[in-house]
């Protein structure tokens, strides 16, 4: 089938992308789904900074690709194999596609899948295949699910069943956003009732940490970022504490506001210089967690003393370390309890054509969400 979508052809665009239009708006082919995948109309798609890391060169990829991975829509059409979904379910995108059979699907690791890293990174599905075509040419996955597209083919391994009560757009944010911020969190640093919480780096899974935090039970949580507006909108979604991170001396007024650092700290920026703050900030015997993607060559240093004198712990967190078909139900519970506002996050919608306008917002750092409405 023909299908409308957004391609990229070439990394590193300057800015205003709505000058220099790295984005084309493509007609592709799109192949039927094969054994294990599925055939989904996407009715919603988030621009996120992982798309834009691509689009500037940050997060290198192959080319061309067909951007976006977090997004929401229906079921079309089922490929051989897939028992469990059926035409018309609602399914969030997951841009981790997790075989269930290598050792870190086996440990419950599913975040770390082996053969959904080398797919992802190769920009193909889990199965190996490319499934869109400029003529003669084939078109690479983003993460396994090209969402800025009209309908896409990805593994049954790649989307999660949602209630058909809430809205694509917002179910949208669950795919990436949420699971990567609320399960750092949650899952990664186990915050518990009563824990104080930093967050450096206040886009979508920074403020889905924020909101991830003030449901675990966090009895403070600092916010930290460059952009004004940011930090407001941290401050109005229930962060006790803002600071401006170009202030020089920062580390050292929240280390005094807060009687030492805080319990947790977390970095969602993918910025070395982040980085040093979330570890400045953080108390002795207290915990730096990072969802960053940094560029492949940035480095990070830190006092290595610290980490044994201090009893510091500094950990990663992909996907949230979620279990998707497992916590994307339970996040989306407490979304329709008002216990998990993340439709707050949402900024800005437009049209897939406006879509390096989109990203323009994005990088400005005004914009926590910006959602393409199908």
């Known amino acids: 089938m023909k299908v409308k979508s957004a391609v990229l052809r070439e990394m590193g665009a300057v800015t205003p992308y709505a000058e220099s239009q790295p984005i084309k708006i493509e007609t592709l082919e799109l192949d039927s ?31 061309p690709m067909a951007l976006g991975h977090e997004a929401a829509g229906i079921v079309m059409e089922i490929g051989e194999g897939v028992l469990d979904l059926e035409v018309g379910d609602y399914v969030a995108c997951v841009f981790v596609p997790s075989c269930g059979q290598c050792g870190p699907c086996r440990e419950g690791r599913p975040a770390l899948c082996e053969p959904g890293a080398v797919s992802n ?5 889990l199965g190996g295949e490319r499934r869109l075509h400029a003529g003669d040419e084939d078109v ?3 993460v396994g699910v090209s ?26 944010l669950f795919g990436c956003a949420v699971i990567t911020g609320v399960g750092a969190v949650v899952n990664t640093a186990g915050v518990k009732l009563g824990s104080t919480v930093a967050i450096v780096g206040l886009g ?6 924020l909101l991830g935090a003030l449901a675990a039970g966090a009895s403070r949580v600092v916010a930290v970022d460059i952009n ?11 962060a006790t504490d803002v600071f401006d991170s170009r202030d020089q001396d920062v580390v050292a007024k929240i280390r005094e506001a807060t009687g030492g650092g805080l319990d947790f700290a977390f970095e969602t920026a993918g910025a070395a210089p982040a980085m040093e703050v979330a570890y400045g900030i953080t108390k002795r015997g207290g915990t730096t967690v990072t969802t960053g993607l940094p560029h492949p060559e940035a480095q990070f240093s830190f006092p290595y003393v610290t980490l044994t004198a201090e009893e510091r712990t500094l950990k990663g967190s992909y996907l949230g370390s979620c279990v998707p078909s497992r916590d994307i139900p339970r996040y989306m519970n407490l979304f329709q309890e008002d216990r998990l506002p993340v439709d707050k996050l949402i900024s800005d919608f437009i049209t897939l054509d406006e879509i390096n306008e989109g990203f323009d917002k994005l990088a400005s750092g005004d914009s926590s969400r910006v959602i393409i409405k199908f």
Do not use: W
């Open 121 to 125: 990174t190769a920009g193909t599905l």
């Open 33 to 63: 789904p094969g054994p294990g995948e599925v055939l989904v109309q996407i009715k919603a798609a988030s621009l996120c900074h992982s798309d834009l890391s691509v689009i500037n060169g940050s997060r290198p990829r192959p080319m």
């Open 228 to 238: 004004e507006h940011k930090l407001k909108q941290a401050k109005e979604l229930g």
């Open 204 to 209: 979508g899974i920074g403020l889905s940490a």
């Open 140 to 142: 690479n996955h983003h």
């Open 147 to 172: 969402a800025f597209s009209e309908y896409v083919v990805v593994s049954r391994n790649s989307v999660v069943k949602f209630s058909k009560d809430i809205p694509f757009e917002k179910a949208a």
